[in-house]
T-cell receptor
Framework: GAVVSQHPSWVICKSGTSVKIECRSL??????MFWYRQFPKQSLMLMAT?????????EQGVEKDKFLINHASLTLSTLTVTSAHPEDSSFYIC????????????FGSGTQLSVL | AQKVTQAQTEISVVEKEDVTLDCVYE???????LFWYKQPPSGELVFLIR??????QNEISGRYSWNFQKSTSSFNFTITASQVVDSAVYFC????????????FGTGTRLTIIP
């Protein structure tokens, strides 16, 4: 079964509103989670690294004030797209690691965001 | 900096044919991990394989096989006797020495199996 749960699977929102996406590790504690974005027919690009109990680390070019990441517990990281605009429409997918060396990554099922 | 190149953007083959997806990577790390993921139309990423840079043995799993050539920095993926269910986008990815950190993905290869 899925070890990383991501919700919602898809969301449609109006321009200017905020959208929250959740990423949960189901049967393990994830000290680190990663958020990726994928535009249609393109590759996955890392947006940020979410560390439990500390600030997220954003990749170059990603606006931290627009993409708020909170990793308040060892099983939950959230990505909030603030004041969403049509250009934010994309597929967002999270991954989680148990933190130990040689542990493989687990990916969520992704969230398709459409901003009207 | 790490880089993964999947030169084949789209491939179409007739069912039951064999098909090889190419992956070439660049890294300065001496220890690293290589991955292949399958992304069906539903969007989720399906883990296929994870390979340590010190393990150059080829691997076979059912109809899937992987050829890791460190000398050419390639990690190619072959599907034998392809099936329609193999139609998906396949991503090759590279991570650092810990193998569980952030991944650098290739641009993906869209594979279509024609019935």
């Amino acid at each position: 079964g899925a070890v990383v749960s991501q919700h919602p699977s898809w969301v449609i929102c109006k321009s200017g509103t905020s959208v929250k996406i959740e990423c949960r590790s189901l049967d393990f504690q994830a000290t680190t989670m990663f958020w990726y974005r994928q535009f249609p027919k393109q590759s996955l690009m890392l947006m940020a690294t979410s560390n439990e109990g500390s600030k997220a680390t954003y990749e170059q070019g990603v606006e931290k004030d627009k993409f708020l990441i909170n990793h308040a517990s060892l099983t939950l990281s959230t990505l909030t797209v603030t004041s969403a605009h049509p250009e934010d429409s994309s597929f967002y997918i999270c991954s989680a690691t148990k933190g130990a060396a040689n542990e493989k990554l687990f990916f969520g099922s992704g969230t398709q965001l459409s901003v009207l | 900096a790490q880089k993964v190149t999947q030169a084949q953007t789209e491939i179409s083959v007739v069912e039951k044919e064999d098909v090889t997806l190419d992956c070439v990577y660049e890294t300065r790390d001496t220890t690293y991990y290589l991955f292949w993921y399958k992304q069906p139309p539903s969007g989720e990423l399906v883990f296929l394989i994870r390979r340590n840079s010190f393990d150059e043995q080829n691997e076979i799993s059912g109809r899937y096989s992987w050829n890791f050539q460190k000398s050419t920095s390639s990690f190619n993926f072959t599907i034998t006797a392809s099936q329609v269910v193999d139609s998906a986008v396949y991503f090759c990815a590279l991570s650092d020495r810990f193998g569980n950190e952030k991944l650098t993905f290739g641009t993906g290869t869209r594979l279509t199996i024609i019935p």
